[in-house]
């Protein structure tokens, strides 16, 4: 049920802010900008140092909010998916995909969302047991290329990371995507120390992202 709980709240938040920062203290303030803007799916990279720190503080501090969910993102191997499993991270995404961290997230009923770029990796890590398959990076193809690989793969659930942007967010939506990873269109503020602008840029977010989807019911 752990599982199937994270999994639910990813997709009802419909966007996971990518975090990357040049320190703790910035991506923690990076992650509460986009929480307070309404973005509840947190994927804190391990390309920032002190990663797994960053997981617990915020674990600490959103404890009583059910409907944030926080991750690891940029695992590029099993120990480090581990690592963010005692950190506290809910969910485990990586830039590509790697039986070995697959295998560990199953164990643990971790979901694993691994990038993969074609329908032969899409295929690969759906027989390892993954949920949500991470097309990275989106922008080497756009919204269209959705329609083309659930032709094949109707069963898959695509999340987008990388090119998404709010001028076709919601097209990925609508193309019939699960949910989208957004880093630098959505941050970029932070390197003027600007986080009400990041605030600003999640709210967008969400509120495309629930427009799409309202015009699909």
Same mark, same amino acid.
């Given at each position: 049920m752990q599982r199937?709980?994270?999994?639910?709240?990813?997709?009802?938040s419909g966007v996971v802010a990518v975090v990357r920062a040049d320190s703790k203290?910035?991506?923690?303030?990076?992650?509460?900008a986009c929480v307070e803007g309404g973005i509840l799916g947190i994927e804190v990279t391990f390309t920032v140092q002190g990663a797994d720190e960053v997981i617990k503080e915020l674990k600490k501090v959103y404890k009583n909010n059910p409907d944030v969910v926080i991750g690891a993102g940029t695992v590029l191997d099993v120990t480090t998916a581990r690592i963010a !499993?005692?950190?506290?991270? &809910? $969910?485990?995404v990586s830039p590509c995909f790697d039986?070995?961290?697959?295998?560990?997230?199953n164990l643990y009923q971790i979901p694993y969302m691994p990038g993969c770029m074609t329908v032969n990796e !899409?295929?690969?890590?759906? &027989? $390892?047991?993954?949920?949500?398959?991470?097309?990275?990076?989106?922008?080497?193809?756009?919204?269209?290329i959705v329609k083309a690989i659930k032709a094949?793969?109707?069963q898959v659930n695509i999340m987008p990371t990388g090119g998404v942007s709010l001028g076709n967010v919601e097209q990925w939506i609508i193309n019939g995507c699960v949910a989208v990873g957004v880093g630098g269109n959505l941050i970029a503020p932070a390197k003027e120390g600007n986080f009400h602008q990041i605030t600003e840029n999640a709210k967008q977010y969400v509120e495309r992202v629930q427009s799409a989807r309202g015009t699909l019911q």
């Open positions: 199937i709980n994270t999994l639910n709240r990813i997709c009802n203290e910035e991506a923690i303030k990076i992650s509460d !499993m005692l950190a506290g991270a &809910e $969910f485990i039986k070995e961290t697959a295998k560990l997230c !899409m295929k690969q890590a759906l &027989e $390892f047991g993954v949920d949500i398959i991470k097309l990275f990076p989106g922008n080497a193809y756009g919204p269209d094949p793969l109707p």
